[in-house]
């Protein structure tokens, strides 16, 4: 099968078209063959070497496809079943926090940048008829991670206001429409006003351009909403006190990412005397990506997609990626 590999960290010309052998099924596992694949953040800091992965590595988290062959012990499946794929890998049992075995599809494992993939038969669930190849290759990890902040984690109420940081990643995308699905107020933020416009007219009631507010961006948040925010999505790390300090009394604050800086200096007192809770989260469980399933099935909104590509053009759409270019999710086409 064709794939795109990986052998040593570097740009995005470290990921390379290869012809690699066709995986086979073991037991409890399936072979699917994919139709699409989608990027991630996550995917840049592989590519790049921040976490230490066996190479070669064929990157990618999110996909969907045909099933093509089913191993050993496998019931519930059926060779041309349409699937999606859940690209947490051994959640464990409990609901509140991934389990010591727990890893992210794409790194250790081998990825969805391929033809085929193989994967637990676990892993796989029917594929929403209404969505796309495109459309459902780019929902599990992004939709996954803003359905666990959002619901799991921050456990929003209709009524309250979200405000969702760095509105055009997929994750923000995602948890502007689920939040507003939910009955919320979503406040976002961008550098980008026209990425702010793209925003409103996916349902967004407040866009805040953080470069032209400077540090005083949380006080023009608040100054939007009165009080402050209930709830802040923030994927950025560098941005946590801005985040606090945005918040309405007894406001959550979750955070999934360190997109801007891995280090994080705060002062207590906003926090204590706000009764502001910061949230830590990642991902999510079957459980909870059941749930989100179940929500696409029965909302109307759909993923929102950038661009598509070929497979062979991975580092094309690396490039946009990290580029930060992108309003939505970078998808890469897997012909037939």
């Keep these: 099968m064709q794939a795109i590999q990986m052998h040593e960290p570097g740009g995005p010309e470290v990921l390379v078209a290869q012809t690699v052998p066709d995986p086979q099924a073991g037991p409890g596992e399936v072979v699917v063959e994919l139709r699409a694949a989608a990027l991630n953040r996550r995917d840049v800091f592989v590519r790049k070497g921040v976490a230490k992965l066996p190479l070669p590595l064929i990157p990618g988290s999110d996909g969907a496809g045909v099933v093509r062959h089913i191993g050993a012990g496998v019931t519930g499946l059926s060779e041309g079943d349409e699937v999606i794929i859940l690209p947490s890998l051994s959640w464990g049992a409990d609901q509140r926090a991934p389990g010591r075995g727990f890893r992210i599809l794409g790194g250790p494992d081998d990825g969805t940048y391929a033809e085929m993939i193989r994967i637990p038969a676990e892993n796989v669930y029917p594929k929403p008829a209404r969505l796309s190849w495109a459309q459902a290759a780019a929902l599990p990890l992004a939709g996954l991670t803003a359905w666990r902040a959002l619901m799991t984690r921050a456990r929003i109420i209709p009524g309250e206001t979200v405000l969702v940081l760095g509105i055009g990643g997929g994750v923000a995308t995602f948890a502007l429409h689920l939040a507003k699905a939910a009955g919320c107020r979503v406040v976002v933020t961008s550098s980008s006003d026209e990425k702010l416009a793209r925003a409103r007219d996916l349902g967004a009631d407040v866009g805040v351009n953080y470069a032209d507010a400077g540090d005083d961006w949380p006080r023009v948040v608040r100054e939007a909403n009165g009080a402050g925010v209930d709830v802040v999505i923030d994927s950025v790390g560098s941005t946590w006190?801005?985040?606090?300090?945005?918040?309405?009394?007894?406001?959550?604050?979750?955070?999934?990412?360190?997109?801007?800086?891995?280090?994080?200096?705060?002062?207590?007192?906003?926090?204590?005397?706000?009764?502001?809770?910061?949230?830590?989260?990642?991902?999510?469980?079957?459980?909870?990506?059941?749930?989100?399933?179940?929500?696409?099935?029965?909302?109307?909104?759909?993923?929102?997609?950038?661009?598509?590509?070929?497979?062979?053009?991975?580092?094309?759409?690396?490039?946009?990626?990290?580029?930060?270019?992108?309003?939505?999710?970078?998808?890469?086409?897997?012909?037939?």
Excluded: N
């Design 241 to 336: 006190a801005g985040s606090i300090d945005a918040c309405a009394p007894g406001g959550r604050v979750v955070v999934f990412g360190g997109t801007g800086g891995a280090a994080v200096q705060l002062a207590v007192r906003p926090v204590t005397l706000g009764q502001v809770a910061l949230l830590g989260t990642t991902m999510g469980s079957p459980v909870e990506f059941t749930r989100l399933l179940a929500a696409v099935d029965a909302q109307e909104w759909v993923p929102v997609i950038d661009s598509t590509r070929p497979l062979a053009e991975a580092a094309a759409a690396h490039e946009r990626e990290e580029a930060g270019l992108h309003f939505g999710k970078l998808v890469l086409e897997i012909a037939t």
